[in-house]
Protein backbone atom coordinates (compact mmCIF):
# COMPACT_ATOMS: atom_id res chain seq x y z
CA UNK A 1 0.00 0.00 0.00
CA UNK A 2 1.15 3.67 -0.79
CA UNK A 3 3.02 5.01 2.39
CA UNK A 4 3.77 8.29 3.16
CA UNK A 5 6.70 8.83 5.55
CA UNK A 6 7.53 12.31 7.53
CA UNK A 7 11.13 10.93 9.72
CA UNK A 8 10.90 14.37 11.65
CA UNK A 9 8.11 14.76 13.92
CA UNK A 10 9.29 17.86 15.76
CA UNK A 11 11.90 20.40 14.71
CA UNK A 12 12.80 23.76 16.88
CA UNK A 13 14.82 26.28 14.55
CA UNK A 14 15.79 29.92 15.09
CA UNK A 15 14.50 32.47 13.21
CA UNK A 16 16.15 33.07 9.96
CA UNK A 17 17.58 29.50 10.09
CA UNK A 18 17.21 27.62 7.37
CA UNK A 19 14.24 24.78 7.04
CA UNK A 20 14.36 21.25 5.39
CA UNK A 21 11.76 18.87 6.13
CA UNK A 22 12.05 15.55 4.74
CA UNK A 23 9.63 13.56 2.90
CA UNK A 24 9.49 9.81 1.24
CA UNK A 25 6.66 7.84 -0.14
CA UNK A 26 6.86 4.42 -1.12
CA UNK A 27 4.71 3.84 -4.77
CA UNK A 28 6.87 3.84 -7.57
CA UNK A 29 4.26 4.64 -10.13
CA UNK A 30 3.61 8.52 -11.58
CA UNK A 31 2.16 10.40 -8.09
CA UNK A 32 1.60 13.61 -7.50
CA UNK A 33 2.93 15.51 -4.41
CA UNK A 34 1.58 18.04 -2.06
CA UNK A 35 2.99 19.85 1.15
CA UNK A 36 0.39 21.00 3.33
CA UNK A 37 0.39 23.33 6.51
CA UNK A 38 -2.09 23.80 9.37
CA UNK A 39 -1.47 26.76 11.72
CA UNK A 40 -2.22 26.48 15.15
CA UNK A 41 -6.44 26.05 15.21
CA UNK A 42 -6.91 26.48 11.36
CA UNK A 43 -7.73 24.13 8.86
CA UNK A 44 -5.04 22.79 6.30
CA UNK A 45 -3.52 24.74 3.58
CA UNK A 46 -2.25 23.85 0.69
CA UNK A 47 1.70 25.21 0.58
CA UNK A 48 2.75 23.87 -3.03
CA UNK A 49 2.34 21.42 -5.10
CA UNK A 50 4.12 18.68 -8.04
CA UNK A 51 2.16 16.96 -10.56
CA UNK A 52 4.77 16.92 -13.86
CA UNK A 53 7.76 19.19 -15.38
CA UNK A 54 10.50 21.52 -13.35
CA UNK A 55 10.93 19.05 -9.97
CA UNK A 56 11.72 22.22 -8.30
CA UNK A 57 8.54 23.70 -7.41
CA UNK A 58 8.08 27.04 -6.24
CA UNK A 59 5.22 27.72 -3.10
CA UNK A 60 3.69 30.35 -1.02
CA UNK A 61 5.47 31.71 1.96
CA UNK A 62 8.97 31.21 0.19
CA UNK A 63 8.46 27.54 0.72
CA UNK A 64 10.01 25.39 -2.08
CA UNK A 65 9.95 21.80 -2.49
CA UNK A 66 12.23 19.11 -4.58
CA UNK A 67 11.06 15.82 -6.55
CA UNK A 68 13.53 13.42 -6.54
CA UNK A 69 11.98 10.41 -8.16
CA UNK A 70 14.95 8.18 -8.07
CA UNK A 71 15.22 8.97 -4.29
CA UNK A 72 11.00 8.97 -3.54
CA UNK A 73 11.11 11.88 -1.77
CA UNK A 74 9.41 15.40 -1.63
CA UNK A 75 11.92 17.43 0.45
CA UNK A 76 10.23 20.78 2.12
CA UNK A 77 12.63 23.93 2.25
CA UNK A 78 12.70 27.19 3.46
CA UNK A 79 16.23 29.18 3.55
CA UNK A 80 14.62 31.67 6.16
CA UNK A 81 12.37 30.86 8.66
CA UNK A 82 9.96 33.26 10.46
CA UNK A 83 8.33 32.87 14.06
CA UNK A 84 4.93 32.63 12.22
CA UNK A 85 5.82 29.76 9.92
CA UNK A 86 5.19 27.58 13.29
CA UNK A 87 2.61 24.90 12.31
CA UNK A 88 2.50 21.77 11.37
CA UNK A 89 3.41 20.27 7.83
CA UNK A 90 2.18 17.30 6.13
CA UNK A 91 3.35 15.92 2.83
CA UNK A 92 0.67 14.23 1.13
CA UNK A 93 0.64 11.79 -1.79
CA UNK A 94 -1.96 11.63 -4.42
CA UNK A 95 -2.22 8.38 -7.03
CA UNK A 96 -5.27 7.32 -7.87
CA UNK A 97 -8.00 9.05 -7.18
CA UNK A 98 -6.40 8.62 -3.34
CA UNK A 99 -4.54 11.26 -1.25
CA UNK A 100 -2.38 9.98 2.04
CA UNK A 101 -0.66 11.90 4.49
CA UNK A 102 1.86 11.82 6.05
CA UNK A 103 2.53 11.99 10.27
CA UNK A 104 3.47 15.63 10.17
CA UNK A 105 6.34 17.38 11.34
CA UNK A 106 5.60 20.12 14.32
CA UNK A 107 7.84 23.10 13.57
CA UNK A 108 8.61 25.68 16.40
CA UNK A 109 9.90 29.03 15.36
CA UNK A 110 11.76 30.50 18.11
CA UNK A 111 11.79 34.39 17.97
CA UNK B 1 -12.20 31.90 -4.20
CA UNK B 2 -14.33 29.05 -4.03
CA UNK B 3 -14.36 26.64 -1.10
CA UNK B 4 -14.94 23.84 1.22
CA UNK B 5 -17.58 24.87 3.91
CA UNK B 6 -18.30 22.05 6.82
CA UNK B 7 -20.68 22.65 9.56
CA UNK B 8 -21.51 22.51 12.49
CA UNK B 9 -17.83 23.66 13.17
CA UNK B 10 -18.34 21.96 16.41
CA UNK B 11 -20.35 19.38 18.15
CA UNK B 12 -20.28 17.94 21.45
CA UNK B 13 -22.28 14.43 21.36
CA UNK B 14 -22.88 11.94 24.04
CA UNK B 15 -21.56 7.98 23.59
CA UNK B 16 -23.82 6.11 21.62
CA UNK B 17 -25.53 9.16 19.75
CA UNK B 18 -26.05 9.89 15.89
CA UNK B 19 -24.12 12.21 14.48
CA UNK B 20 -23.91 13.81 10.92
CA UNK B 21 -21.53 15.75 9.58
CA UNK B 22 -22.28 17.81 6.15
CA UNK B 23 -19.92 19.48 3.86
CA UNK B 24 -20.65 21.39 0.69
CA UNK B 25 -17.66 20.88 -1.44
CA UNK B 26 -16.73 23.39 -4.36
CA UNK B 27 -19.29 22.89 -7.37
CA UNK B 28 -17.23 21.87 -9.82
CA UNK B 29 -15.55 19.08 -8.11
CA UNK B 30 -16.61 16.12 -8.64
CA UNK B 31 -14.59 13.98 -6.07
CA UNK B 32 -15.31 14.20 -2.40
CA UNK B 33 -13.15 13.06 0.75
CA UNK B 34 -13.61 12.56 4.66
CA UNK B 35 -10.64 13.16 6.80
CA UNK B 36 -9.80 13.15 9.98
CA UNK B 37 -7.02 14.01 12.65
CA UNK B 38 -7.43 13.05 15.91
CA UNK B 39 -5.64 15.64 18.73
CA UNK B 40 -2.04 15.38 18.39
CA UNK B 41 -1.90 12.89 15.58
CA UNK B 42 -1.87 12.47 12.08
CA UNK B 43 -4.15 13.38 9.10
CA UNK B 44 -5.84 10.17 8.31
CA UNK B 45 -8.17 9.06 5.47
CA UNK B 46 -11.65 8.19 5.90
CA UNK B 47 -13.60 7.74 2.67
CA UNK B 48 -13.71 8.81 -1.06
CA UNK B 49 -16.72 9.10 -3.17
CA UNK B 50 -17.32 10.02 -6.96
CA UNK B 51 -20.33 9.33 -9.07
CA UNK B 52 -22.45 8.50 -6.05
CA UNK B 53 -20.44 5.91 -4.59
CA UNK B 54 -17.67 5.32 -2.40
CA UNK B 55 -14.22 4.90 -4.50
CA UNK B 56 -12.19 3.92 -1.50
CA UNK B 57 -11.93 3.50 2.04
CA UNK B 58 -9.98 2.75 4.61
CA UNK B 59 -9.90 0.44 7.41
CA UNK B 60 -11.15 3.20 10.55
CA UNK B 61 -14.38 3.63 7.60
CA UNK B 62 -16.44 0.53 9.62
CA UNK B 63 -20.18 -0.17 9.59
CA UNK B 64 -20.47 2.62 12.08
CA UNK B 65 -19.37 5.39 8.97
CA UNK B 66 -21.58 6.26 5.80
CA UNK B 67 -21.62 8.73 3.34
CA UNK B 68 -24.48 10.01 1.21
CA UNK B 69 -24.07 13.00 -1.39
CA UNK B 70 -27.79 13.34 -0.64
CA UNK B 71 -28.44 16.32 -3.06
CA UNK B 72 -26.31 18.05 -5.61
CA UNK B 73 -24.69 20.07 -3.43
CA UNK B 74 -24.19 18.67 0.14
CA UNK B 75 -21.81 15.60 1.43
CA UNK B 76 -22.69 14.30 4.95
CA UNK B 77 -20.80 11.94 7.16
CA UNK B 78 -22.56 9.94 9.37
CA UNK B 79 -21.80 8.25 12.22
CA UNK B 80 -24.27 5.57 14.01
CA UNK B 81 -23.38 5.21 17.46
CA UNK B 82 -20.70 7.56 18.26
CA UNK B 83 -17.74 6.34 20.55
CA UNK B 84 -14.70 7.92 22.47
CA UNK B 85 -12.44 7.43 19.82
CA UNK B 86 -14.40 9.07 17.44
CA UNK B 87 -13.11 12.35 19.22
CA UNK B 88 -11.62 14.25 16.05
CA UNK B 89 -11.47 17.29 13.80
CA UNK B 90 -13.11 15.40 10.67
CA UNK B 91 -12.09 17.81 7.66
CA UNK B 92 -14.17 17.09 4.23
CA UNK B 93 -12.06 17.77 1.08
CA UNK B 94 -12.91 17.79 -2.81
CA UNK B 95 -11.01 17.74 -5.61
CA UNK B 96 -11.66 18.65 -9.74
CA UNK B 97 -11.10 15.70 -11.76
CA UNK B 98 -9.36 16.12 -15.27
CA UNK B 99 -10.74 12.97 -17.31
CA UNK B 100 -8.09 11.80 -19.88
CA UNK B 101 -5.31 11.26 -17.16
CA UNK B 102 -4.53 14.68 -16.50
CA UNK B 103 -3.81 16.33 -13.25
CA UNK B 104 -6.16 15.34 -11.00
CA UNK B 105 -6.10 18.85 -9.08
CA UNK B 106 -5.27 19.68 -5.32
CA UNK B 107 -7.23 18.91 -2.71
CA UNK B 108 -9.03 21.65 -1.10
CA UNK B 109 -10.17 21.06 2.38
CA UNK B 110 -13.08 22.73 4.28
CA UNK B 111 -11.97 23.77 8.10
CA UNK B 112 -13.13 21.09 9.97
CA UNK B 113 -15.88 20.00 11.81
CA UNK B 114 -14.51 19.39 15.99
CA UNK B 115 -16.38 16.28 17.26
CA UNK B 116 -16.29 15.79 20.68
CA UNK B 117 -17.67 12.43 22.23
CA UNK B 118 -18.17 12.71 26.19
Known amino acids: AQSVSQHNHHVILSEAASLELGCNYSYGGTVNLFWYVQYPGQHLQLLLKYFSGDPLVKGIKGFEAEFIKSKFSFNLRKPSVQWSDTAEYFCAVYFNNDMRFGAGTRLTVKP | EPEVTQTPSHQVTQMGQEVILRCVPISNHLYFYWYRQILGQKVEFLVSFYNNEISEKSEIFDDQFSVERPDGSNFTLKIRSTKLEDSAMYFC????????????????FGEGSRLTVL
Open chain 2, 93 to 108: ASSEYRVGGGAPGELF
